[in-house]
């Protein structure tokens, strides 16, 4: 039968960028999202264009390009300039212009919050078009590789031994020259240069100890400052950072994000839950997380914002010899009383202020003539001890929300886990390119605003997402005639945004523009 005949090389042929695009393919939304952004708002440089000089790159064919490229998993600006010349979607969303990385890396660093701004901007529209229900939101996070290697991260007890291992060098070398000096011989290594570069190394590693010091840190990192040790889920150890993330149960879109440097999740609920409040401009919401956001202190800050929260409580310590009926959780609490009854009915009294941070509950006397006390009490005192903690009341309340809403706390991990998953694996963001929080956190706006463009053009259809995208741009441009009509072509800028402010459906039924 033979092979199909593929086409002559050098037939000269007639067609445009145009057909060389699918028809119904993300590309095309990523254009139209742009486009009816309001660059000068959002506070890109070089929003308008300069009327001297030579012609810069317009910045939305720079923002395009980036958007591509990190949902496209590519993010470098050297294969992005490559993407350019030789991806067809990434020149034809670029109108074939062919910007150096330089270019490229320096639109990234110079326009650090606006690129962020670009994720708020379609989170609000996901809002705007009902995908986004704001009743249960999935809170989680994640440790993503820093650009800093494990060899550039010192701690405090690494730097005392880096110091100690160079006192013992150098005092080597001191004798060595000494040595030489009775016995008149010139040594083969230069014995004063390797001394003064191992007091260079020791001056370096004594002032990274003056750092700490100052900061009060446990540890420094030389490439990227902000970046610490980190456990992973897999079981090494990495310089990481640990990215927080707040996904809608309705459509899975992320409505938030932060990017911090601290190891655990502790603390970290309150503050995600209080952005997603403000951000969404939400009453009251039910926010869902695993056991590792388990603290009094932060459960008692969001039902402070009246947020209801569903969180897994983490497993009390116990003695392993213990039977389970004596466990911790099998002493009763009364509030009434305030007293706790044990498993066998007796009742402890508390020894301490109730305004004490933490109050100890024993009775001795019904632990010396108990026959379980061996079993029940753990050392050498003879008898149990239950501690209740300042935030007891509001863990009780939690624990009991949890156990009743089971089936709502099994939707966690289907809700806030495969967005990480499709942003490390499917899309290449289980590492980082940029330094610095600052930084990062444009970087991962990116990755999830990638995501988020997926996850819409998946629930919406091509044909729904570009159509909603296609009447914002409507409205801009009925917005701009009105403008226009009212103030003129020339009208004074003040004049203006107090007009765009005072409008009445700001942040709404326009918010392409705002």
């Known amino acids: 039968m033979g092979y199909l005949a593929g086409e002559d090389r050098e037939q000269i042929r007639y067609f445009s960028m145009e057909d060389c695009i699918p028809e119904e393919c993300l590309v095309r939304v990523i254009d139209r999202f742009i486009e009816i952004q309001d660059f000068a708002a959002l506070g890109f440089t070089n929003a308008e264009p300069a009327e001297l000089g030579r012609p810069s790159y317009p910045p939305k064919a720079l923002a395009k390009l980036y958007v591509y490229g990190y949902e496209n998993s590519v993010r470098s600006s050297r294969k992005l300039e490559c993407e350019a010349r030789r991806n067809l979607e990434a020149i034809w969303l670029l109108n074939n212009l062919k910007p150096d990385y330089k270019t490229i890396a320096e639109f990234r660093k110079d326009n650090i919050r606006p690129l962020q701004k670009l994720f708020k901007e379609f989170v609000k529209l996901c809002k705007h078009w009902d995908m986004i229900g704001g009743e249960l939101i999935a809170v989680d996070g994640t440790k993503i590789r820093a650009s800093n290697n494990k060899k550039n991260n010192f701690s405090r007890k690494k730097l005392d031994e880096r110091i100690a291992r ?39 590693y004594e002032n990274y100890i003056k750092t700490l010091d100052e900061t009060g840190e446990n540890e420094i990192s030389e490439v990227d400052p902000d970046a610490r040790l980190m456990v992973s889920k897999k079981g090494g150890v990495d310089v990481c950072y640990n990215v927080q993330s707040a996904v809608d149960a309705k459509k899975h879109i992320i409505v938030d994000y932060d990017v911090t440097n601290s190891p655990t999740d502790h603390g970290q609920l309150s503050k995600m839950a209080k952005k997603v409040k403000k951000s969404l401009k939400l009453k009251k919401f039910t926010a869902i997380a695993d056991k590792g956001y388990y603290v009094g202190g932060d459960l008692a800050r969001c039902k402070k914002y009246k947020i209801r929260t569903i969180v897994s409580k983490q497993n009390p310590s116990n003695p392993k010899d213990q039977p389970e009926e004596f466990h911790t959780d099998k002493f009763v609490y009364n509030e009434k009383t305030d007293t706790y009854t044990c498993p066998t009915g007796k009742i402890l009294p508390p020894h301490n202020k109730k305004s004490a941070k933490r109050r100890n509950f024993h009775n001795k006397t019904a632990c010396a003539e108990c026959p ?51 942003v490390k694996h499917a899309m290449n963001g289980g590492y980082f390119l940029l330094r610095t929080r600052r930084k990062v956190r444009t970087e991962i706006a990116l990755l999830f605003l990638g995501y988020n463009l997926k996850r819409a053009y998946n629930c919406l259809g091509f044909k729904g997402i570009m159509a909603k995208l296609d009447e914002i741009s409507a409205q801009n ?31 709404d039924a326009l918010p392409g523009i705002l």
């Open 166 to 204: 160079l006192d013992k060098q150098i005092d080597e070398y001191l004798k060595k020259l000494d040595e030489n000096d009775i016995a008149e011989q010139k040594s083969e290594i230069d014995t004063k240069k390797v001394l003064e570069e191992l007091n260079e190394r020791k001056e370096k």
């Open 372 to 422: 379980h006390r061996e079993k029940c009490a753990a050392g050498n005192c003879g008898f149990r001890t239950v501690t209740r903690g300042q935030y007891s009341k509001i863990c009780d309340e939690v624990d009991q929300r949890t156990r009743e809403n089971m089936a709502t706390y099994r939707l966690r991990k289907q809700i806030v886990e495969h967005p990480f998953g499709t």
């Open 477 to 507: 441009s009925a917005f701009l005639r009105l403008i226009f009509r009212k103030f003129g072509i020339c009208g004074k800028l003040s004049t203006i945004s107090r007009f765009l402010l005072s409008f009445p459906l700001h942040g």
